[in-house]
């Protein structure tokens, strides 16, 4: 007996609930610690069965992917060439990070994790505009202090939950503050490093 395809209805049902999955990872991201995101809770967002997910995404770790590019899609699109001037690119950024710094210790292949281009230059020249980094620093140190930026939120995310009596608020607090004096001292510090453009 010959199948029909499947109606115009059943795909668009089936791409609403891929949507569902996805807002309901980013909502948890924000929402709890990384290891209660399971099947049972994400499909428990929507009021759905966890085999939801297996059928739309194959495993719990494709959604969770598929969930990571929602975020870079909404970031890409707040880095426009006028963003809001109140937008506080490290603050936003660092759940995408965190997220993603999770998925690569919880065993996610690089491949599949690894940010497109456009993410990664828009993050670094905003992130450097917003830490103040003089525009004539040269490329070397634009690409030192983006480093360390990125670090510093990565080193968060990995061990800030797991050490909560030593990364306390107040010294990620004044981590980020000394952060920006380091910052606000690079046009003195560099020239003796030979970072000029000509030297790299």
């Known amino acids: 007996m010959r199948t029909s395809p499947p109606s115009r209805r059943a795909r668009a049902t089936s791409e609403t609930t891929k949507t569902l999955l996805v807002e309901a990872v980013i909502g948890l991201v924000v929402a709890i610690p990384f290891p209660e995101i399971t099947a049972r809770r994400i499909a428990s967002e929507i009021d759905m069965d966890p085999n939801v997910i297996f059928r739309n995404y194959g495993s719990v770790e494709n959604l969770m ?6 975020m870079e899609n909404r970031l890409l699109a707040l880095l426009g060439p006028e963003p809001d001037p109140g937008f506080t690119l490290v603050e936003y950024a660092q759940p995408w990070v965190e997220f993603s710094s999770w998925l690569y210790l919880s065993g996610t292949s690089v491949e599949k994790l690894r940010a497109r281009p456009a993410i990664l230059q828009k993050l670094r020249d905003l992130t450097l505009q917003r830490l103040g980094l003089a525009p004539s620093a040269s490329e070397r140190t634009k690409a030192a202090v983006f ?54």
Do not use: K, M, N, Y
């Not at 992917?65 to 929602?70: I, K, M, N, S």
């Not at 080193?155 to 910052?183: G, K, M, N």
């Open 147 to 200: 480093a360390l930026a990125t670090s510093f939120l990565e080193a968060q995310a990995i061990l800030a939950h797991q050490q909560p009596d030593v990364f306390t608020p107040e010294a990620r607090a004044d981590s980020a503050a000394l952060f920006q004096v380091f910052i606000a001292q690079l046009e003195r510090l560099t020239p003796g490093l030979g970072w000029d453009d000509e030297g790299r």
């Open 65 to 70: 992917v598929a969930a990571l590019r929602e």
